[in-house]
């Protein structure tokens, strides 16, 4: 029988990524779990269609608010495979600068986020007050701390200046010791440990079937990366390595993303030291008929775009895919047998926003009837840490 | 060495059925095949080559309906693109479920964007669109 859910938690057209979970338990376990997307379905796709294609990046840029240069990225990338050209070096350069950019402030968010939900809300505050200073970096460069309006086909919109470098470098190896904190933080805390750890894992076999992609494939063992595997931009111009942990837990994601926060400052540091100079722009004029895929690894994973071009002055089809698209499916899998006071952590650890756990709530197996809500879930998810906390305190 | 060998693979089990093939660059080939050999061609490069699938994109050319199914073999960096043309009004092609868990959405979503029926797959309901859309009306056709 279909039944009508009710979304719980503040529910608003401007969050981002408004996902519906609902929790089959049966007494503390998770048995099913029912995952509802589209509840902000604004069909981009379409709109795309009646753009034209110096347009559309601002349009796709909108899509995400917090990863809001993966889409412009992935589709300038687009383009340039459907002109079969590359955009000029320092563009390439200024682009992958910013691509950087946007994974280390994005990581730092989810950081926080992760430490809000096991209840260690001293982390939550500090990631986020190291993550300002990445937005004030953007903030100099692009002149908009989001959105930053800088990817266009064939180039980027605006060009970086020496003069400021010195300072985005000091401001980012600045923030290297921060992390250095936060990685004592989560490697050495036994609690962390033990609210992490085997909870919610995801099989290699998981992450094949399920096409999972990004920092959720990566703690699997799954050593996939865009930015290597098919280079584009400036990533084969500088020195990095693709991170990967074998636990396929919440703890492995955390720490993938922790470490990725070092390769992404040496990246950028790099690009900053090799950028060459010269024009930023190809001046695109005309964009033949013709077909386009672009992908660009977003601090969630693999994001596609596939342009075809009619030889008009929009795109006659233009299909987005996003990386959570794929990884939230796959919480399916990930969050059923586990404990309810776990399951906050579990779909948060794929890195959906934050209003995806306002929307939870637990339905009681047999009787149908709903038992708690988002806000419910995360109070329980803080409880455990702290009984855990307390229970090591007294032995 | 294993890019053209993909190809080889691909061409000769498709054998008549592959009715076009273009490399459009060095990492991105498009194979255009008869709709009755996807289930085998998915399969062998799931299965045998454990490409990545990455996601199908729905396309109305007003005349048919054509699917393309990207696959990323991700250790050598290739994207290849699997599109099959269905004639309207017989949008009918079999459903990729049975070999991958992931093709579930993307199936319902196509299927409520441009009205394809994936046979095998059980549960074909509104994926983006709300549960009261009505029936017959697809978004992504060229004639909405």
Known sequence: MAHKIIPIGPYHPLQDEPEFFKLHVDGETVVDIDIEIGYNHRLIEKIA???????????????????????????????????????????????TVIGELERVHSHLLWLGLAGHFLGYNTVWMWAWRYREPVLDIFEKVAGNRQNYAMMKPGGVRRDMFEEDFPWIKKTLKDLIPKVDMFKGAVMDDPVIHARTEGVGVL?????????????????????????????????????????????????????VRILELYESINIILQCLDKMPKGPIDSGIKDIPPGEGIGRHEAPRGEVVHYIMADGGNSPARHKIRAPSYMNVASNKKAVIGESISDA??????????????????????????????????????QEKTRKIAEKRIRS | MKREAIIENIKVRSGKDLVEFTDKSKNRFYFTINKK???????????????????????????????????????????????????????????????????????????EMLGVNFKGHENLKHLLLKDDWPEGNYPLRRDM
């Not at chain 1, 917090?66 to 990338?77: D, E, L, Q």
């Not at chain 1, 992609?213 to 500088?238: E, F, H, L, N, W």
């Not at chain 1, 990967?244 to 919440?250: I, K």
């Open chain 2, 37 to 111: 050999i996807l289930p085998q061609i998915a399969r062998y490069l799931f299965n045998e080559e454990k490409a990545r699938f990455s996601t199908a994109s729905g396309v109305d050319t007003r005349k048919a309906v054509e699917i393309l199914y990207h696959f990323s073999v991700d250790d050598i960096g290739l994207y290849i693109s699997l599109r099959v043309i269905l004639e309207k009004p017989n949008l009918e092609v079999d459903s990729l479920l049975g070999l991958f868990k992931c093709a579930e959405w993307i199936e319902m979503e196509i299927h």
């Open chain 1, 203 to 255: 099989t290699k076999e998981d992450v094949r079937q399920y096409c999972v992609v990004g920092p959720t494939a990566r703690a699997s063992g799954v050593g996939i990366d865009i930015r290597k595997d098919d280079p584009y931009a400036a990533y084969d111009k500088v020195e990095w390595k693709v991170i990967t942990q074998e636990g396929g837990d919440v703890y492995s994601k955390a720490v």
């Open chain 1, 344 to 381: 906050t952590i579990i779909l948060a650890a794929v890195d959906p926003c934050y209003c995806c756990t306002e929307r939870m709530a637990v339905v009681d197996y047999k009787t149908g009837k709903k038992l708690m809500d988002g806000q419910d879930l995360v109070r329980l998810s």
């Open chain 1, 49 to 95: 269609e009646s753009k034209s294609f110096d347009q559309v990046t601002f349009l796709v840029e909108r899509i995400c608010g917090i990863c809001s240069t993966s889409h412009p990225f992935a589709y300038v990338n687009a383009i340039d495979d459907l002109l079969g050209v590359k955009s000029p070096e320092r563009a390439l350069y200024i682009r």
